[in-house]
């Protein structure tokens, strides 16, 4: 950190991560020390290349104010990565309340016996950050490629109760296909029971109608006979 009278300027180095084919950028926050208005302005020596944003300004009393520095797509790597680039920062007193608006460059004019205050900025190129490598599991070097006896066990319990609840909804699925079947098999039963009841129930009335000594005969057969049906009926209500 530098230790201007006026600002303090973090850091001293723009460090750039180096890429071809891509704008990258970096900050500076300047922090104003005094109890007065701070105005500065930012120049380097390769302007076509850099974007400073803002390249003026007021820090107010005590206060920060970041600055981003933008260095413009390269279409080649600099030879041993290393970069002549500077940026010379100045900072002068001004007016209470003054705005950007009122920055003029004959405010950092020396030979007009205005105190300027000068820091001096590098620039360094580093290595961008590298993806990590795809790695198979297991086969990291210096670790074991089988896991640890505490993994094992808690993946076979995962698994086992993994396996039981399936079993589990498996049966219950298993048992209720059972059960439906079951229901619709004793609803056919009762079904063909009511209609041998009926039928039988018809042959006696045309009995009835016939009359005779035979008839009577008959009838008692029918009435044994619809009573066993009768009793098959309450079965089969009671069962379903």
């Known amino acids: 950190m530098s230790t201007g009278e006026l600002l303090s300027i973090e850091p001293l180095e723009l460090k750039f991560p180096f ?9 500076l926050q300047l922090s104003n020390k005094t109890d007065s208005y701070v105005a500065f302005k930012v120049k380097t020596t390769n302007p076509k290349k850099y974007c400073v944003r803002p390249n003026t300004g007021i820090v107010l009393p005590r206060s920060t104010c970041d600055v981003i ?5 390269q279409k080649e ?3 041993d990565m290393q970069c002549k680039d500077k940026f010379l920062l100045q900072s002068v007193k001004t007016n ?7 920055i003029t460059p004959e405010a950092f004019n020396k030979e007009a016996g205005h105190v300027v205050d000068e820091c001096k900025l590098r620039v360094v190129y580093v290595a961008p950050p590298q993806p990590p490598s795809p790695v ?6 210096g670790s074991s490629p089988r896991a640890t006896v505490t993994e094992n066990g808690n993946l076979g319990a995962e698994f086992s109760n993994a396996t039981k609840g399936l079993s589990e909804q498996l049966e219950t699925s298993e048992r209720s296909v059972e059960a439906r079947a079951l229901i619709a ?3 056919e039963e009762k079904l063909n029971a009511l209609q041998t009841n009926n039928r039988l129930r018809q042959e006696l ?3 009835r109608n016939q009359g005779g000594k035979s008839s009577g005969g008959v009838s008692i057969i029918v009435v044994i006979v619809i009573g066993l049906i009768g009793l098959l009926l309450g079965y089969l209500m009671k069962k379903s």
């Open 77 to 79: 790597a600099p030879p």
């Open 96 to 102: 209470d309340g003054a705005t950007p608006k009122d």
């Open 136 to 141: 198979p599991e297991g086969s990291e070097e």
């Open 185 to 187: 098999k004793l609803e």
């Open 205 to 207: 009335e045309l009995l």
């Open 19 to 27: 890429e071809l084919k891509k704008q990258i950028s970096c900050s």
């Open 69 to 73: 520095v933008t260095m413009q797509v």
